[in-house]
């Protein structure tokens, strides 16, 4: 006589005596398992199941947890270069001997049902609550939040540079291009706020640091580049 069982998502042409290498299973060497799906019952008499064959039942004694042969996988994406890896790996299985096929009397056996070790067993799962039960009353609102205290007063702008030109000083602005950061737009926008000049911009204070910040659109940038140190620098030189 044989079966034909399911167990982990495959099927398996069984007879007692047969050794199987089967999904892992939650038990522990030595223990007898019970596999419950049994699709078919195989001898003088076949029974095929509708899908399972009722009340029969495949037992087997454990005998080891053990893990199947490395599988190298191996991953290539296409037109990425230096995207090649190798991955290995080694799947769980449970060592099983047949010891007995049960044509009937499955329930009465008193054998634990063969499940996965990432499985639970229907008997273990909760009963659902009766349709009957009311639910929870619902939450009730979260009180009204304060209103927000009144925003503070925008911090001030800065102060207008006391130094800015109407234009060039003889005609002949200085080259503002030098300062890291300042390029010809950036310059073009320093003369149109009246900055011609290395020590005009060497004497700005940080109020009017800021103020320029607010004007030229960036905030932080003229102390990030470290302007009034360069810009000093070149006034110097030019002395």
Known sequence: MFAVLKTGGKQYRVQPGDVLRVERLAADAGDTVQFNDVLMLGGDTPVVGTPMVADAAVQALVIDQIKADKVIHFVKRRR?????????????????????????????????????????????????????????????????????????????????????????RDGQPDDLKRISGVGPKLEGLLHENGVFHFDQIAAWTPAEIAYMDDKLSFKGRIERDGWIAQAAQFAAEKE
């Open 80 to 168: 990425k270069h230096s995207s090649q890896r190798t991955k290995g790996h080694r799947q769980k299985l449970t060592l099983v001997r047949v010891t007995e096929i049960l044509a009937s009397g499955a329930e009465a056996s008193g054998v634990k049902a063969a499940v996965g070790s990432g499985s639970v067993p229907r008997s273990a799962l909760p009963a659902a609550a009766p349709a009957s039960t009311p639910k929870a009353a619902p939450k009730a609102k979260a009180a009204a939040k304060p209103a927000k205290a009144e925003t503070a007063a925008p911090a001030a702008e800065g102060a207008k540079p006391a130094n800015l030109l109407s234009a060039a």
